[in-house]
């Protein structure tokens, strides 16, 4: 909303902020204040950047607070390099700090003591810089809400498919997701903020951290006040994996959850993308007022509750939690509390009878990583088979697949006969896309062509000469591909969004080797080939469709095929462990809350199917030894196919492959081989 003063102050001074604020706007004076105007989904330190530049003055609650808040300091540097009027409005009489003297000596303070409840001087001052020359009007108390403030935009929704019945969303009402009750806080267009209604599990906040290791020495900077240990600690793992993908929540569901934008505190420290995460301070009270409505569970009793807030230094390791009576306080991080998770979650207005349960959509789940069903759109292929050059899609009765660089399709029930489609398909990498009743796909002149799933209306979407395309995905009206620097992918390549309508692009990574896309997630590389005998290394990212990034991270080695599934990483790793120019291929798992990757098995080409990874063998001399696969723990080993077979792709119940004398199909179980024309 448009506003006049940037109101900057310590979240332990924001009851005064609060009242301050609410007496400017009584005077026709809006404001901008946190946590208050802070947009959900939006990055915390960027919202508060935009406050302070989009606003024609700052209000400093100055205080012993702020005085000794790094937070305020850099809020009054912002507002100071924009040449914002400063007017400082002082709560006690103390000594200014030198980093705030630097930019506040000479300004004209207004004093708040010996009544700090009595604003009139001070919207007077706020008046006069502003140019409105009108008496202060007495602004009326704030009354609390008897339920969390919500914006006039806010409205009721009807929730996507959480369950066989949809469920009617209204601030304050509590709907059933997953295996639990929540209470809904928010409302916002599309999404809605929920909070488990009771305590779900009593545990320790953290129980890696431990200062005692440092026996004296001067802990890290980021151990001496509010720190990431939301991010670095034990909780986090805990919320991001053992919950998130526990048997609490169906495939579909966690589907619906939104990966939000918050910071690890109340203030710009550290900025988080979690699915799952716990309140902080200022959130628990903008949503629960009323200190009483803060009072939850656990079996029957009230119980206290973890925030995310944390204060480490040499002296304790403490985490904010709101205790047994509602007030907000400090424990140890080693203390057993209650946790009370938070997610926003994603809905759709249309009529509900419009979507199908939770039940039908199971099947959006292939090869262990999500179809991206969301509101972007129906995807044309699964990232495991685009991976393995995406010979094969299956769409409803139909299975569209590659062979002898023909394009053909036959029932997945095995009943029909080979339909030929086109014959300008390449030999090996087709990368099949099946939207709607087109089909997509890469053709022997290193063009994107699409075809009617009939065989007609044959059409060139994409044409970059002979620097070529790759890894075409299609999710919805969107086409994502990597787009050959000129020179050809040796050069590098970049990540590219095209409309499929409209024809326009968009970059989203200047540099991309490889990518997926699972569930509204890109994740991918780029790798930097080096000289035999030489270390290679891959730059890992998560970004989002318009290539705002959630994560980066290196891996030491040359990786592909990079894919999220069930709380993991799995990628393929390549190593010259001799450095004689001898290339092993190696699957690879990790955490994706963890550092520590684990060797499953030796192999090539992979995809993640319900509990098992199928991968390409690989022979002594580096060429395919057929399909096996492996439980993902790395149990249970079974050969699927003898001698060559690679390029697969898993439709259904069936595996589509290349082998040594031409393609081939064979069920999951390992019967039933038959070639294709």
């Known amino acids: 909303m448009a ?44 919202e508060i950047i935009y406050g302070i530049e989009n606003s024609k003055l700052m209000v400093l609650i100055f205080s012993e607070h702020s005085n000794d808040s790094p937070f305020v300091k850099s809020e009054i540097e912002r507002a100071f390099s924009k040449s914002k009027i400063i007017i400082p409005y002082r709560l006690s009489q103390i000594e200014m700090s030198r980093g705030l003297e630097l930019f506040l000596a000479g300004k004209h303070w207004i004093d708040a003591y010996p009544n700090d409840t009595v604003f009139d001087n001070l919207i007077t001052a706020v008046k006069n810089a502003l140019g409105i020359n009108i008496a202060p009007v007495a602004a009326p108390a704030p009354k609390a809400p008897e339920t969390p403030p919500v914006n006039e935009t806010r409205s009721t929704a009807t929730l996507a498919p959480l369950s066989a019945n949809n469920q009617e969303i209204t601030v304050g009402s509590t709907i059933h997701f ?97 699915f799952i995460y716990l309140m902080s301070t200022s ?3 903008t949503y629960f007022p009323n200190i009483p409505d803060r009072i939850a569970l656990f079996e029957g009793n009230p119980c206290p509750w973890w925030l995310r807030g944390a204060k480490l230094n040499e002296y304790s390791d403490s985490a904010t939690f709101v205790d047994e009576r509602g007030n907000i306080v400090l424990s140890n991080i080693k ?51 685009l991976y393995n ?21 036959t029932k997945a029930d095995g009943s029909g006969p080979y339909i030929l489609l086109t014959d300008d398909a390449p030999q090996y990498t087709a990368r099949i896309n099946v939207i709607g009743d087109w089909i997509y796909y890469d053709d022997s002149n290193y063009r994107v062509s699409r075809i009617k799933t009939d065989g007609t209306s044959k059409e060139i979407v994409i044409d970059n000469g002979n ?182 792709s898993i439709v259904g119940e069936w595996i589509f492959y290349q082998g040594r004398d031409g393609s081939f199909r064979i069920k999951t179980d390992g019967t039933g081989m038959q070639k294709l024309p």
């Open 178 to 274: 997953g295996d639990f009750d929540w209470r809904v806080l928010d409302v916002q267009n599309d999404k809605a903020l929920i909070i488990t209604k009771d305590i779900i599990i009593r545990r320790a906040y953290d129980t890696n951290h431990n200062l005692a290791g440092y026996c004296g020495e001067e802990p890290p900077a980021s151990l001496k006040s509010f720190s990431s240990t939301i991010v670095e600690g034990s909780m986090n793992n805990y919320l991001d994996t053992t919950f998130h993908y526990g048997e609490s929540f169906s495939d579909f569901e966690r589907e619906q959850m939104g990966m939000y934008t918050i910071c690890d505190n109340d203030q710009t420290r550290t900025t988080l993308y979690p």
């Open 3 to 46: 506003h006049d003063v940037f109101i900057s102050h310590s979240s332990q001074d924001k009851l005064t902020a609060d009242a301050i604020c609410h007496s400017l706007e009584q005077n026709g004076i809006p404001c901008w204040i946190a946590p208050r105007d802070v947009r959900g989904g939006f990055d915390y330190g960027e």
């Open 283 to 285: 959130e628990v009270e």
């Open 389 to 409: 050059d995406g010979n094969a899609s299956i769409q409803g009765e139909w299975i569209y697949f590659a062979s002898s660089s023909m394009l053909y399709k």
């Open 335 to 385: 203390e057993q509390h209650g946790v009370r998770p938070a997610m926003w979650i994603k809905m759709d207005s249309t009529d509900s009878e419009q979507h199908e349960t939770a039940e039908d959509s199971k099947s959006a789940v292939v090869n262990g990583n999500v179809y991206a069903l969301d509101s972007t759109g129906e995807a044309g292929n699964t990232p495991g088979n």
């Open 467 to 648: 620097t070529g395309v790759g890894n075409t995905t299609i999710i919805g009206n969107n086409l994502f591909c990597t787009k050959a620097i000129d020179g050809g992918f040796l050069s590098g390549a970049s990540l590219i969004k095209m409309n499929l309508s409209t024809g326009e692009s968009k970059t989203i990574k200047g540099k991309a080797t490889f990518f997926a896309i699972v569930g509204d997630k890109i994740i991918g590389g780029t790798t930097y080939p080096t000289p035999v005998g030489e270390a290679k290394y891959t730059d890992c990212f998560v970004v989002d469709f318009d290539g705002n990034v959630f994560k980066t991270w290196r891996e030491e080695h040359w990786i592909s095929q990079l894919v999220e599934s069930a709380g993991y990483y799995y990628f393929r790793e390549e190593r010259n462990e001799n450095f004689d120019g001898k290339i092993g291929f190696y699957i690879m798992k990790k955490p994706i809350s963890g550092d520590d990757a684990v060797q499953l098995v030796e192999g090539s080409a992979f995809t993640v199917f319900d509990d098992w990874i199928y991968y390409d063998s690989i022979c002594d001399d580096g060429t395919s030894d057929g399909i096996c696969k492996i439980k993902n723990d790395g149990s249970g080993f079974v050969k699927l196919t003898e001698g060559y077979g690679t390029r697969f």
